[in-house]
Structure formats: C-alpha cells, structure tokens
C-alpha cells in the first residue's frame, strides 16, 4: 500500500530555511506526479507545489512562488520541499500526497 513519511519540519524564526523530505514506498514512485498540501491551524487543506514524474515541470502556489523549490530524487524515492524566506503565515503541517493519499505531515511553525 501506499506509504508517505515526512520528515523535516520544526520551529524556525521569520525568514530562515527548511528542508522537507518525503519519504514513499509502496507504489512505482518514479511513474507518479508528486504534491505538497498543507494545513494551517483551523483552516482546509492548501495546495502548496506539485512536481511531474521526472521533475522536469514544477508549479507552485502564488503565496510560496520564489520562497518554495520542489524537487526529486527518483533513485531514493524521496520527494523534497525547501522552503526559504520562511513567513509566519507558513506555519501549518506539511504534507506530501500522491493519487489522494497523504502521509502523516510533519509540522512547520515559523515564529519569533
């Protein structure tokens, strides 16, 4: 079955840089689209980035243009997000989601 394990979150103060990784399993990671969803406290799930199967095509939500880079490494089925010029408005659990299915997120939160 599909399993999707993100790593990488923590506290971080305005402006500084995360990195989150995706680890998959449990399906050809190599053939599939990949996505970053987050959710912030008391909100819906928002689409962050996606990327296509050999990260040649990349796009991006208008609130994390020019700060996010979504990337792949298909030899280590691992789908990363690095986030820079980190706002408070980031804060939210990341997740990493494929063909409806989501990992269990991992938790960025952006505060002085």
């Known amino acids: 079955q599909v399993q999707l394990v993100e790593s990488g979150g923590g506290l971080v103060q305005p402006g500084g840089s995360l990195r989150l990784s995706c680890a998959a399993s449990g399906f050809t990671f190599r053939i599939y689209s990949m996505t970053w969803v987050r959710q912030a406290p008391g909100k819906g799930l928002e689409w962050v980035s996606s990327?296509?199967?050999?990260?040649?095509?990349?796009s991006y939500a208008d609130s994390v243009k020019g700060r996010f880079t979504i990337s792949r490494d298909n030899t280590k089925n691992t789908l990363y997000l690095q986030m820079h010029s980190l706002k408070p408005e980031d804060t939210a659990v990341y997740y990493c989601a494929q063909s409806g299915e989501r990992g269990q997120g991992t938790q960025v939160t952006v505060s002085s």
């Open positions: 990327i296509n199967s050999d990260g040649g095509f990349t």
